[in-house]
């Protein structure tokens, strides 16, 4: 049984428009749906056992003015697993192609001349009922040809199988189920938004026709200029406090960073500032801003040879029991899962920071954190992996849960300045607590 029917309480009213996969809230609906599948995953107690656990996902759907939803999980799973679980077989809905078993390539050029084959037999479909398969979708975009896996994750299997079978599309969200990977950070029952590298230029097309939710990324409240507030400024520099949600530099997001909003400010209309480092979106605290090129490149180069001093304050979700000591783990990008960071041991940049706790209470930790290096994701990822601290930074959604706020702050800033040669100590108070 492929479309579970349900009835949803009756203060739950149907969204107007589909979920941006790329980073939602899960809708009542969708979360219904979600237990009802977590119950039967529990029942099945499989992916909690094995080594790694697994993404799932659901797509509520109207079909013939029924209410229901469909069920889907991530890649393939094994023979053996689904032989000894009917409902896998049953309940889930089909992979969009299987290769079939004696299609083994002995050399390059035949593997090549497979993948291409596979590829092409994924038509997708979108909500005009239009197709294009895998190799089309992907020649517009700047990777040009498939990652390997493509097609196979929850949210193309799901629309593709709706569409086909005339259903509507009415929400949907994807959670992990079991334990983490090693390459990733992914925690039991948390939900998570679709892959960048390999679903978005899918989903992209498939979603074409649909009423879809705007990027919440994008909504940009003008009372969040307000908050930015400028803490030091001379001829050649100013330093701000950022506020939690607010661009440091600019990016791919339809949002204005701390330059735009500053420039509305009548005293700085007419000038330009050039960012020097960036903080995350979500990272709270001090930011320096240059007013010329060669100041740019002065105070670049004291990053670069760590002449300045950063002290961040964060809070954990658990308890450290360690006080102090040092995280040493190499990072990489995540080039198909952007704008995450993963721990590399082979390939990953070196990265080092030092912590120390200021207190515990209450399952949390506020620590202290000095970073030697400046990666990307650095201090949530060295918070989070369990190869690091083990303990997510609170409101973290990529590598914790999301909460109402990301509990990280760049607190204070040391360092002399490239012009005068003064002395320069900032320090800003946190508001999380």
């Not at 149907?14 to 237990?35: G, M």
Request: hydrophobic share 35%; glycine share 6%.
């Amino acid at each position: 049984m492929l479309f579970h029917t349900f009835n949803p309480p009756p203060q739950v009213e149907l969204p107007t428009r589909f979920t941006y996969p790329f980073c939602y809230e899960p809708h009542p609906l969708a979360v219904i749906a979600s237990q009802h599948l977590i119950g039967l995953l529990d029942e099945i107690d499989v992916f909690r056992r094995i080594g790694t656990g697994k993404m799932f996902g659901v797509l509520v759907v109207k079909s013939e003015e029924k209410l229901g939803f469909l069920m889907a999980y991530s890649g393939n799973i094994s023979r053996e697993i689904i032989e000894k679980n009917a409902i896998l077989r049953t309940d889930f809905v089909p992979q969009i192609y299987t290769l079939p078993e004696h299609s083994i390539p002995t050399n390059a050029e035949e593997s090549r001349q497979l993948q291409d084959f596979i590829f092409s037999q994924y038509r997708m479909l979108n909500a005009k009922g239009e197709s294009r398969d895998l190799l089309e979708i992907f020649s517009d975009t700047p990777l040009k040809y498939p990652p390997s896996g493509s097609g196979d994750c929850c949210a193309p299997k799901l629309l593709q199988y709706a569409f086909a079978n005339n259903m509507q599309p009415v929400c949907m969200a994807e959670f992990w189920y079991g334990n983490s990977p090693s390459d990733e950070i992914r925690h039991h029952l948390v939900y998570y938004p679709s892959c960048q590298g390999r679903c978005k230029p899918i989903l992209s097309w498939m979603l074409e026709g649909m009423a879809v939710d705007p990027n919440p990324m994008e909504e940009y409240p003008d009372e969040m200029g307000k908050k930015l507030k400028v803490v030091y400024e001379d001829d050649w520099m100013l330093i701000v406090n950022k506020p939690s949600g607010m661009l440091s530099v600019p990016g791919k997001i339809k949002a204005p960073c701390v330059a735009d909003v500053l420039r509305k400010r009548e005293e700085y209309s007419s000038m330009d500032f050039f960012p020097v480092h960036r903080l995350d979106m979500f990272t709270s605290g001090l930011q320096i801003l240059v007013k010329g090129l060669e100041t740019q490149k002065e105070v670049r180069r004291m990053f670069e040879n760590r002449q300045v001093k950063k002290q961040y304050v964060a809070l954990l979700d658990g308890i450290l029991p360690s006080d102090s000591g040092r995280i040493s783990l190499p990072l990489s990008s995540d080039y198909l899962n952007r704008p995450c960071q993963r721990v590399d041991f082979e390939h990953g940049k070196t990265a080092i920071t030092d912590y120390e706790v200021v207190e515990r209470r209450q399952g949390r930790t506020l620590v202290r954190l000095f970073p030697h290096t400046g990666r990307t994701h650095q201090l949530r990822i060295h918070c989070a992996s369990k190869h690091g601290l083990g303990c997510p930074i609170v409101g973290d959604e990529l590598y914790g849960r999301k909460e109402k706020g990301l509990c990280l702050h760049a607190q204070s800033l040391e360092f002399v300045h490239p012009v005068t040669n003064e002395t320069i100590k900032l320090s800003v108070p946190y508001s999380f607590s």
